[in-house]
């Protein structure tokens, strides 16, 4: 039996591979049982039969399989006749962007306005671009993302709220690294960096902020940011954010410099009061 059965014969909601928010070698599914996110952010590898949510990270399979409502017994059958799905994964072969980009249209400086920000400042720090009316992404916020200067991926932000998926990033046939290996803002570190989750949060933080792209993180981020001697984690205030906060506070510990976990007072750090993000830099020494 394979894992798209169980997931029919339960009601499950899943994507597969050919819609763009479904990389080759994953499903995913509709409902996190865990932070109960129904964003589509929950991935089930088919190869090695493994469940993470990039929003509160990895979790057993068994123990999801059980969560999202499944019968024990058809778990047990699944488990023990799984068979690993053959996946043509597609490979990085260099930066390719997405149609439709060009200059902030007003929709894109009106949400930028919204959230506190000036878009003639955004636009030339990080060199942010819009993609109107397009075949895929429209009405999104172009972010490439930038490693020793030169553009190595990127992601998109959407202008509103009401979307399933707020952030849409480059699949692996889109960039040339990973983004999810790379520190979104990392150029303009030196001696310390403020750990954060997405863009919008870097934005508000300013020059020193590093964004995950999410709350899950992976070895390759964390090996980069044991490169700083002060590291500063600032995720959202909630109670599941906090909790991934001090457990990359933790896997940063043993390594030489200061590891802390910043809290704030606002619901993240992109919407935090300009005293607020005076208060975090002072802490981090970025001013």
């Given at each position: 039996?394979?894992?798209?059965?169980l997931?029919?014969q339960?009601?499950?909601g899943?994507?597969e591979s050919?819609?763009?928010h479904c990389r080759?070698?994953?499903?995913?599914v509709?409902?996190?049982?865990?932070?109960?996110?129904?964003?589509?952010h929950?991935?089930?590898?088919l190869?090695?039969?493994?469940f993470v949510c990039?929003?509160?990270?990895g979790?057993?399979?068994?123990?999801?399989?059980?969560?999202l409502?499944?019968?024990?017994?058809k778990i047990?059958?699944f488990?023990?006749?799984?068979e690993?799905?053959?996946v043509?994964?597609?490979k990085r072969?260099?930066?390719?962007?997405p149609e439709?980009?060009g200059r902030?249209?007003?929709?894109?400086r009106?949400?930028l306005?919204?959230?506190?920000?000036?878009?003639k400042t955004?636009?030339?720090l990080?060199?942010?671009?819009g993609?109107?009316l397009?075949a895929r992404?429209?009405?999104?916020?172009y972010?490439?993302?930038?490693?020793?200067?030169?553009r190595?991926?990127w992601t998109t932000r959407?202008v509103?709220?009401?979307?399933a998926?707020?952030y849409i990033?480059?699949?692996?046939?889109?960039?040339a690294?990973?983004h999810?290996?790379?520190l979104?803002?990392?150029?303009?570190?030196?001696h310390a960096?403020v750990?954060?989750?997405?863009p919008?949060d870097?934005w508000?933080?300013?020059?020193?902020?590093v964004?995950?792209?999410g709350?899950?993180?992976?070895?390759?981020?964390?090996?980069?940011?044991?490169?700083?001697p002060y590291?500063?984690i600032?995720?959202?205030n909630?109670?599941e954010?906090?909790?991934?906060a001090?457990?990359?506070?933790r896997?940063?510990?043993p390594f030489?410099?200061t590891?802390e976990?910043?809290e704030i007072?606002a619901?993240?750090?992109?919407?935090a009061?300009e005293?607020?993000?005076?208060l975090i830099?002072?802490?981090?020494?970025l001013?």
């Amino acid at each position: 039996m394979k894992i798209q059965d169980l997931f029919q014969q339960a009601g499950i909601g899943f994507l597969e591979s050919g819609h763009h928010h479904c990389r080759p070698g994953w499903l995913q599914v509709k409902t996190c049982p865990w932070c109960h996110s129904d964003n589509y952010h929950l991935g089930f590898n088919l190869q090695a039969h493994f469940f993470v949510c990039w929003r509160c990270r990895g979790h057993r399979t068994l123990d999801t399989l059980a969560k999202l409502g499944i019968e024990e017994s058809k778990i047990r059958d699944f488990w023990a006749g799984r068979e690993v799905q053959e996946v043509a994964v597609k490979k990085r072969t260099g930066l390719v962007e997405p149609e439709g980009r060009g200059r902030l249209l007003r929709i894109h400086r009106d949400y930028l306005r919204s959230r506190g920000f000036d878009p003639k400042t955004l636009q030339r720090l990080w060199n942010l671009e819009g993609i109107g009316l397009a075949a895929r992404l429209s009405w999104r916020i172009y972010i490439p993302i930038i490693l020793a200067g030169q553009r190595v991926s990127w992601t998109t932000r959407a202008v509103g709220e009401r979307v399933a998926r707020r952030y849409i990033s480059a699949g692996a046939e889109e960039e040339a690294l990973n983004h999810k290996g790379l520190l979104y803002g990392s150029d303009y570190c030196r001696h310390a960096a403020v750990v954060v989750e997405g863009p919008v949060d870097a934005w508000r933080i300013g020059p020193g902020a590093v964004a995950l792209c999410g709350t899950a993180f992976t070895g390759s981020q964390v090996r980069k940011l044991i490169q700083f001697p002060y590291r500063f984690i600032c995720f959202d205030n909630s109670p599941e954010a906090q909790a991934l906060a001090r457990d990359l506070a933790r896997q940063l510990a043993p390594f030489p410099g200061t590891t802390e976990v910043l809290e704030i007072d606002a619901a993240d750090p992109g919407s935090a009061s300009e005293k607020e993000v005076r208060l975090i830099r002072r802490t981090a020494k970025l001013i």
